[in-house]
C-alpha cells in the first residue's frame, strides 16, 4: 500500500487497520546474501540489493530490533563538505540520495536541508575550513564560508561577540546539509526491502560465522539455527570486532560510547545545525522542538551505550558559551550508542581476507550522513563481488599500504 | 484570603504568611508552603495547560514529578524566563508570575486545538506518510508549520544572568529520598557511624510522612518525623532538601542537582541558582518511593480528573480540596485511604467505581457508595470535567474524577545503576531484581507499601550488612492491566498517545516496546514516561498476547528528571570556559598594543599596529625591521621539555628521526618526530647542555602531547632507559631576537657568555646570565636571520623584555613569523603537515639519521604508500595575485594539491605561497592553476626556499 | 565517571587519567625485519573485546605514570589494575 495523504483519510474515515510495515517471518534455510544488523547500513543494503541488482533471496538479521543500534541513537546530522576526495564522493553520493529518499521510498524520513555550519574559532581553523571550501568547490560540493555577520544572520540565537573565549571568526555552511528523522529511515527501508521479498529477522542473534574448508563462507550460525548463505556482509556498527572475530578476523577498530542528549522541547529557535570542533559540540532542534546536542565520544573502549557524566557536562558549557540563552533550558534525555572508530576515522568498506564476507564497518562518528549511499555502494559491492569505484579506497587494505584517509588530521592544529 | 478551595485547618501551609502570585495574568492568592500547582486548585483553577499534539485542555495531574500536564513558564524577568516547569514542583513565591504554554490566543481558548478536531487524521505515525509532496515543499510549508505546532515553552531571548555551581562530595552512605524508608535507613547508617548525606527532591523532608495520620513506632508520623530529623542533625547527617539524584554512573557516583534560589523571592545576588552534586557513595540506598498508576479510559485527560494520592496529598499537605463532588475509579485499595480523607475534609464522595470483580475488605468496610466491577466509560465537560459515564451506563455529575491504578515503584535509579529489574507478577509492576552490596532500595521503590514494612527495610538497607528484608506488599492489590476502550483513552498525555495509536503501531508490525515508544513517542514526553509507561507496556502486551515481562522495560536513562543545562555546564563559562594562557611578558606585550590571536589555549600577539596601521601594513614593517635590523618576540609559548639521565642521548635516537646522540654538547639540532605510523607528529630544536641533559623545545600546541608520547616510550616500551622527562614550559620566558643587528641588540646584556661568531655559532647554547638574572641562550633561527632565543626563568621574562625593548627593538608578532619562516621555506607542524604527511613530503627526508636501526615512524615509512612517487610534496608558488591559504591547486583540471600558506612577501615584494604538490618537486618551473570562485589564478612552481638559499644570514 | 585505581596513588576520578589503549602490544624489537601485515597487526589491529579488556591508563594529572587495567566493557567496571610489566590477574 501507498502512503499519502489520501491513504491516511480513508484509514481515518474508514477506521480499517493498517497493513504491516514488514513481516516478522522464520529465517529460512538459506539465502543468497545474509547481511547481519538491521541498523540504517544493512537495511539500505538489503534494499538496493533487491531493487537494483534483483537479489532478493536476503535476510537482515538482526540481534535486538531494527533500528535499534546507531540509527536510532544519533544526532542526524546530514553534510558531504568533508575535505579528502574519497570522503565527499561518497558522502555526496548519500546526500544526492537522501534528497529523494522519502519519494524513493514512499516514506517521510523528513529530510531537512536547513544548512549546516561549522565554525571557525581561531585563524588556523579558519584556514582548515576554507581548504574545505575550496576542496568541496573543485568536487562540485556546496560549501560556502561565511563571515560573523553572515553567520549569525543566518542563525540568530549564534553569539558572535569578539570577546568571547573562542570567538567565531567564520563559519563554514553547507546548505544543502541539514537533518533526518533517523528512525524513519531505518523504517523506510525496512517496508522498502520487505515489499522487494527481502525477510528482516529481529531477535535472531549471529553466534558463528561458518567457512568451507578452502576458506569461504557458507552460512552463519544464529540463536534460531544454522542460516546457509552464499555471502554474508557484516554491517554491526559497534559490534563489528566482535562479529568478524567469529570468522577469523582481526579488525582495525575500537568501539567508544558516544553521547548525546535532547533538551525539553521549546518552539523553533534553532533554524540550523551548528558545529563546533574546537570546542567539541554540535547542535539542532528537532521538528518537535528538542535542541539535540551531541559531542566527542567517552574516551575509553566500552559497549555499554552509556557514558560519564562529566562527558555531557563539557558539552553543555560549550553549547552554552555559543547560546547563552540556552543556559535555563534542560536537559531531557541523554543517551549512548557504540561508535566503531577506526585509525583514521573514515569507514572500511569492501571485501574482507575471507571470500565471501563483506564488511561495511568504522563510520565512527559520523555514519548516519551515508546511510543511503552506504548502502548502496555496499549493495553493488556485494553484488558484484568487487569494489565500487566509490569504495575502493575504503578498503582494508589501505592500513597495510598506508593510503589513509585521514579526515581529523586535517583538523590538527600546531603553530 | 479568596482561596475557595482551601480548607480551613491542617496542612503544611501556613495560611498566615498569604502569597501573592500571576497566572497567564491573573492575580491570584496563595499560602506560604504552597505549590504553584496547590495554590490554583486552591483557587479552584484546574486547567492548566494544552496538550502537545491535539492541543487538549490539561489540568493538574498529580502532585509531583511525574505530572505531565501542568507546565509553566515562570518569568522572573530579562533571561530569568525558564519554560516547562511543573508546577507541582514550583514553590510558591511572593510575586511570581507563571505563563501557560503552547496555546493560542488565550489557555480557555486555543486555535491549536483544530488538531483535535482532526485527530483521527493525525494517527500515531502520520507524518511518516504524507507531507511528501511536491518534494521542496516539506521544507518550506510542511515542516515549518509541523514545527511551529510543536515545542512546548519559548526559550528565554536573553542571556542567563544566574550563576551555577558544582560540588564534589564523598560519603559512606548515600540515602536518595527522605521518606520513611530513607530516614530509617539514614537513622540506621547513622548509628554505625556512617557518613551520611540525605537528598530528597522535596521542599521538606518526610515524603509520603508528610500526608500520613496513623502512627509510625508508637507515636504519631509527624512526631517522628521531627524526632528523626532531630537525630540526623544531631548525627552530623547532611540533610539536602529541593535536591534531585538525577543520574548514577560507574563507580557509585550519582549526580543531584539542588535547587538554591528558585523557591525565594529575592534571592541574595551571590547565591548560586543551582548547585550540582557528584557524590561519590560507597553504599547508595534508594527510598525514592513510588507513583500513583493512572487509569486509561475515554476522556480521562480532562482537567479535573486526577490521581487519588495527589488529591490526598493536596488535601493533607496543602489544605486543598480539588472538588466538591468527586467519583473516585480505584483498581487498589489505596484508593480508598485518599477517599476516606477527602470524605473526613467534607468533600462528597458521589461513587466508588471499583474495577475489581468482588469487594475487598478496604472497600466493604469503607462506608463509601462503592460499584463493583464497573469503570469508567467516558467523561465530558469542556475544560472542566462535569460528568462521568460508567460502563454500566450510569452518568454521574462531579467536578473531580480520582485514579488509583495501584503503584509504579521509581526504580529509575536503580535500573541506572545497571543492576536487573523485574516484573513482580503480583504487583503487575518493575522491581529492583538482584543487587550488589553497594547499591540497595528499600521502601515503596522496593515494593513495600505499609509504612511498617518501610521503616523496617529502612533499617536494613542503612545497617552495616545492607541486604534488606524483602517485605510483602499487603495492603497494596494488584494493579488490572488496562482495559482497551473506544474513543480518546490517553496514556500518555502530554504527548497524546491514545491506545488507538499503540494498536496502530503494533498492527503496522512495531512490536518491540522501544519500536512502539518511537513510532508513537509515548514515554517521550518530559515527564519521560512515569505515569505513561507501565500502561503502555501492559497494553502492547495484551494486544501482542504476549506476558509483560517478554516485552520488557524501555532503558533507563539519566535524567530521572529534567536538569538545567547551565548547572551541567557550572562554572566554566565565560573566562573560566577555559582559562586563557597568557605569557609572563603578556602585560609588556599588550601595552605594546598588540593584537592576539587564540593559538590553543594560549593567547599571542598577532601583529603590533601602530598608529592607524591595519595588519598587512604592521606586518610589512615588521618584516622590514627583522630583514633589516632586528626585531623581538615572545615565544614563550613554544613547548619546553628536558631529557636528563645516562640514556638521554639513546632515547632521543629513538624517538626523533635524527642522530642526536652524535650532537655535542653546546650545540643543536632540528628535531622531528614521528608517529608510529609515519607521519610527522611534530617538531622543535633539540639542544644538548650535557653529556646527560637536553633541552627540547616542541611546538606551541604539542608541548602536552609530545610529552605525552615520549613518556609513552620511556615508560612502556624502553623502561631498562636511564631517562627522566620533565615539562619546562612554563619555567622559562623566551624571547626571540632576530635580524642582522640581533647580535648588538643583546650584547649589552648578555654577561657572561661569548657571543663571538665563532664562540656561539648558529644551532648553538649557552647557559649564562642575562641582565643579571641566570639564562639559556640559543643561537637559533626561525627567520632566516641572525638569531637568538633568550631563556630566562619565567618571572624575570617582563624585565628581560623591557631592557632589550628598550634597545629600539620592534616587537613583532606571529604574522610576521609565518611569513618569514615561509620565506625561508621552513614549515609549521599543522599548516605545512596534516597528520598524513611523512618527512620527505616536506623536504625533510634529510633529517633521518640514516644508520640508526631504528626510531619511532621508521618501520612505517617503508609502507608501499609511502614510497610511492607522486605524493604530495612541499613547494613553492609564486603568482601575480596573493593566493588564499586552502585553495586547490589543479593541473588539467584535476586538484594535485592545495595552497598551505600564502603571504606577501615585504622582503621580496610578491605575493608568496608554499603548497603540497602531487610529486611537487619534478614539477619545479611548471605553470599550475588555482581555482578560485571569481578567476583562476596561474602559479609557477619554484622550490620552498624564496630567500637566502645559501643561509648566508644565518650564519652572520 | 569510572573510579580507577592508580597502582601508585590509589583510587582517583577518571578526569585525572588518561586512556592510553590496549595493554600488552609490544613494540616489535626487529621493526624491519617485519612484513607489511605483520606491522599493520603491530599498528592498527586491536582485539576490541566485548567483555574484559586488558588496557593502558596514565594518571596524567597525578603520578604521570602508566599502568594496566582490567575492565568489563559490557559493564564498566574494573577487576584489576596492575603495574606494567607485570602479569594480567587471571
Known sequence: MRFSIFSLLRHAIGGTPWPEQWRSPEPKAAYDVVIIGAGGHGLATAYYL???????????????????????????????????????????????????????????????????????????EAQVFKRHVHANRLNGVDNEWLTPSEAKAFCPPLNISPDLRYPILGAALQRRGGVARHDAVAWGYARGANALGVDIIQNCEVTGISRMPSGPVNAVETTRGRIAARKVAVVAAGHTSVVLAMAGVRMPLESYPLQALVSEPVKPVLPCVVMSNSIHAYISQSDKGELVIGAATDAYVSYSQAGGLHVAEHTLEAICELFPTFRRLRMLRNWGGIVDVTPDRSPIIGLTPVPGLYVNCGWGTGGFKATPGSGHVFAATIARGEPHPIVAPFALERFRTGALIDEAAAAAVAH | MTQPFRTSEGGRIDRQRPIAFEFDGRRLTGCHSDTLASALLANGVHLVGRSFKYHRPRGIVSAGAEE????????????????????????LYDGMRARSQNRFPSLSFDLGAVSNAISPLLSAGFYYKTFMWPRSFWRHVYEPAIRAAAGLGRAPAAADPDRYLQQYMHCDVLIIGAGPAGLAAALAAAARKARVVVCDEQAELGGSLLTENSEVEGKPASDWLVNALHMLRDADVMLLPRTTAFGWFPGNMIGAVQRVTDHLPD???????????????????????????????????????????????????YGVKVGSRVVVAAESDSAYAAAVALR??????????????????????????????????????????????????????????????????????????????????????????????????????????????????????????????????????????????????????????????????????????EHVKRYTTTGMATDQGKLANLNALAIVADLLHQPIPRIGHTTFRMPYTPVTFGALAGSARGDLFEPVRRTPMHDQVAALGAVFENVGTWQRARYFPQGSEDMHRAVARECRAVRNAVGMFDATTLGKIEVTGPDAAEFLDRIYTGSLSRLAPGRCRYGLLLTEAGYVLDDGVIARLGPDRFHVTTTTNGAASVLHHMEDYRQTEFPELRVWLTSVTEQWAVIALQGPLARQAIASHVQDIDLAPDALPHMSVREGHICGVPARLFRVSFTGELGYEINVPADHGPMVWQAIHAGNVTAYGTETMHVLRAEKGYIVVGQETDGTVIPSDVGLGWTIGREKPDFVGKRSLARPDMLRHDRKQLVGLLSADLLEEGAQVISDGAGIGHVTSAYWSETLQSPIALGLIAAGRSRIGEILHVPMPDRTIAVRVTDPVFYDRQGARLHG | ??????????????????????????????????????????????????????????????????????????????????????PAPQ
Open chain 2, 68 to 91: 505531565p500536564n501542568a507546565l509553566v513558564t515562570i518569568d522572573r524577568g530579562n533571561g530569568r524566563i525558564t519554560p516547562n516547569l511543573r508546577a507541582t514542583q514550583a514553590e
Open chain 2, 267 to 317: 534571592p541574595h545576588p551571590r547565591l548560586p541558582r543551582e548547585r550540582l552534586w557528584h557524590i561519590r557513595a560507597r553504599e547508595v540506598v534508594v527510598a525514592a518511593g513510588a507513583v500513583e498508576r493512572p487509569l486509561v479510559f475515554s476522556g480521562n485527560d480532562r482537567p479535573g480528573v486526577m490521581l487519588a494520592d495527589a488529591a490526598r496529598t493536596y488535601l493533607l499537605r
Open chain 2, 344 to 513: 473526613q475534609a467534607g468533600i462528597a464522595i458521589v461513587a466508588m467505581v471499583d474495577r475489581r470483580p468482588a469487594a475487598s475488605d478496604v472497600a466493604r468496610s469503607s462506608g463509601l457508595p462503592v460499584r463493583i466491577a464497573a469503570s469508567i466509560a467516558d467523561t465530558s465537560g469542556s475544560l472542566r470535567i462535569n460528568r462521568a459515564t460508567l460502563s454500566n451506563g450510569e452518568k454521574i455529575s462531579c467536578d473531580a474524577l480520582l485514579m488509583c491504578g495501584g503503584w509504579i515503584p521509581t526504580v529509575h535509579l536503580f535500573a541506572q545503576s545497571r543492576e536487573k529489574l523485574r516484573f513482580d507478577e503480583a504487583l503487575q509492576a518493575f522491581l529492583p531484581g538482584v543487587w550488589t552490596g553497594h547499591a540497595r532500595c528499600a521502601g515503596a521503590c522496593n515494593g513495600a507499601f505499609d509504612l511498617t514494612a518501610c521503616i523496617e527495610e529502612g533499617y536494613a538497607a542503612g545497617g552495616a550488612n545492607g541486604q534488606p528484608q524483602r517485605a510483602r506488599h499487603p495492603e497494596c492489590a494488584p494493579a488490572l492491566p488496562p482495559s482497551v476502550h473506544k474513543g480518546m483513552a490517553f496514556v500518555d498525555f502530554q504527548n497524546d498517545v491514545t491506545i488507538k495509536d499503540l494498536r496502530t503501531a503494533t498492527q503496522e508490525g512495531f512490536r518491540s516496546i
Open chain 1, 50 to 124: 533487491a531493487r537494483e541488482h534483483g537479489i532478493r533471496r536476503v535476510a537482515v538479521l538482526e540481534r535486538g530490533w531494527l533500528g535499534g543500534g546507531n540509527t536510532g541513537r544519533n544526532t542526524t546530522v546530514i553534510r558531504s563538505n568533508y575535505l579528502r576526495d574519497e570522503s565527499a564522493a561518497i558522502y555526496e553520493h548519500a546526500l544526492k540520495l537522501w534528497e529523494t529518499l522519502a519519494q524513493e521510498l514512499n516514506y517521510n524520513v523528513m529530510y531537512s536541508p536547513r544548512g549546516v555550519m561549522m565554525l571557525a574559532h581561531s585563524v588556523h
Open chain 3, 1 to 86: 565517571m569510572l573510579l580507577i585505581d592508580c597502582p601508585w596513588c590509589g583510587a582517583r576520578p577518571e578526569n585525572e587519567f588518561r586512556y592510553g589503549g590496549e595493554a600488552h602490544i609490544a613494540r616489535p624489537q626487529d621493526a624491519a625485519s617485519l612484513d607489511d601485515a605483520a606491522w599493520t597487526a603491530f599498528l592498527y589491529m586491536r582485539n576490541n573485546p566485548k567483555g574484559r579488556h586488558a588496557e593502558r591508563w596514565r594518571h596524567i594529572h597525578g603520578c604521570g605514570r602508566f599502568f594496566n587495567c582490567l575492565r568489563d566493557t559490557v559493564s564498566d567496571r574494573i577487576e584489576a589494575t596492575y603495574k606494567p610489566g607485570e
